[in-house]
């Protein structure tokens, strides 16, 4: 699941990178039929230019990250016994001919 993260912050030309140092931020959600609307508001103690950052977040669940990583390791395990099978075998992989007379 991915989620938004929306953050006020200002560009301090000091240290040459986006701070919230003074700020924070207000998100007030309405809802529409037809979509999601987002009202942000900023709140600071200094008289900057602001922006609203947006950056997204993963949230992952353990148990199925776990059964993931379980089921991977059966098809690999699959895949490397199907190569284990055919390659040494190479005449299973060679296209057989046959004619048949009417």
Known sequence: ??????????????????????????SVYKYSRKKRITDVMCE??????FAVLMSFVVHTNSSEEHVTNTLLGFSLVGLLLTLAAIL?????TKTRRTKSQI
């Not at 938004?4 to 931020?25: A, F, H, P, Q």
């Not at 600071?44 to 230019?49: I, V």
């Not at 040494?88 to 299973?92: F, V």
């Open 88 to 92: 040494p075998n190479r005449e299973l």
């Open 1 to 26: 699941l991915v989620s938004t993260k929306l953050s006020c912050m200002y560009y301090d030309g000091n240290i040459r990178e986006w701070s919230s140092k003074g700020c924070v931020t207000r």
């Open 44 to 49: 600071s103690n200094h008289l900057t230019s």
